[in-house]
């Protein structure tokens, strides 16, 4: 049981490059989160997803978009990666009274 | 639009003492829930406790509390008896139930505990 699972830990990007990140969890749990962390400012959601096939938008959602094709997967792609992108990314996926975390993505782009 | 506001940006406490970190909430719906995570300098997100709008006791988790008072809308963390390990930054987040479910967190309360 891995529980929620990030891919990659870390990656360095240049200004205008696209990537995508995955978040996969093996709870079965229909709601999946992701948030980006800087320093002093916790955590913004920047979207979100309450089941397959769904996704929603969050507080920060500009310059990213997502996709849950399957219920245990929740991607996040910058098209056109800028330097305000910088930051710590956690995906998230809860059932109602739990919430649980991935280890975090360090993105850096430059 | 649901806040969560965390007025605390640092606490120095004795160990061995308890602490509460504060947590006030806003929001319009009658049903939503209330989280509490810690996360060490090493970074990952660890849940703490969970308190519904409707449930009628205050969580409670090993040392940890939550001391909910719906008609002031604050949710404090209570940690009894405080130990080195506790220093960490403190999250607390709040889900509107059904009604879009997305959890907002605050900007934390850093703890420290001193030997």
């Known amino acids: 049981n891995a529980g929620v699972t990030q891919t990659p830990k870390f990656r360095v990007l240049k200004t205008g490059q696209s990537m995508t990140l995955l978040c996969a969890q093996d709870?079965?749990?229909?709601?999946m989160y992701w948030y980006r962390q800087d320093p002093g400012m916790g955590l913004r959601l920047i979207h979100y997803s309450v089941g397959e096939g769904t996704t929603a938008k969050g507080e920060v959602p500009d310059g990213y978009n997502v996709s849950r094709l399957k219920k245990q997967n929740f991607l996040l792609g910058l098209e056109s990666a800028a330097p305000s992108q910088t930051s710590v990314y956690f995906c998230?996926?809860?059932?109602?009274?739990?919430?649980?975390f991935g280890p975090g993505t360090r993105l850096t782009v430059t | 639009a649901q806040k969560i506001t965390q007025t605390q940006p640092g606490m120095f406490v004795q160990e061995k003492e308890a602490v509460t970190l504060d947590c006030t909430y806003d929001t319009s719906d009658p049903s939503y829930g209330l989280f509490w995570y810690k996360q060490p300098s090493s970074g990952e997100m660890i849940f703490l406790i969970y308190?519904?709008?409707?449930?009628?006791q205050n969580a409670t988790e090993g040392r940890y509390s939550l001391n909910f008072q719906k008609a002031r809308k604050s949710a404090n963390l209570v940690i009894s008896a405080s130990q080195l390990g506790d220093s960490a930054m403190y999250f607390c987040?709040?889900?509107?139930?059904?009604?879009?479910?997305?959890?907002?967190f605050g900007k934390g309360t850093r703890l420290h505990i001193l030997p």
């Open positions: 709870m079965n749990h229909e709601y």
């Open positions: 998230a996926s809860s059932d109602r009274y739990e919430q649980y």
């Open positions: 308190q519904g709008s409707y449930d009628q």
């Open positions: 987040a709040m889900r509107e139930v059904g009604r879009d479910d997305k959890i907002i």
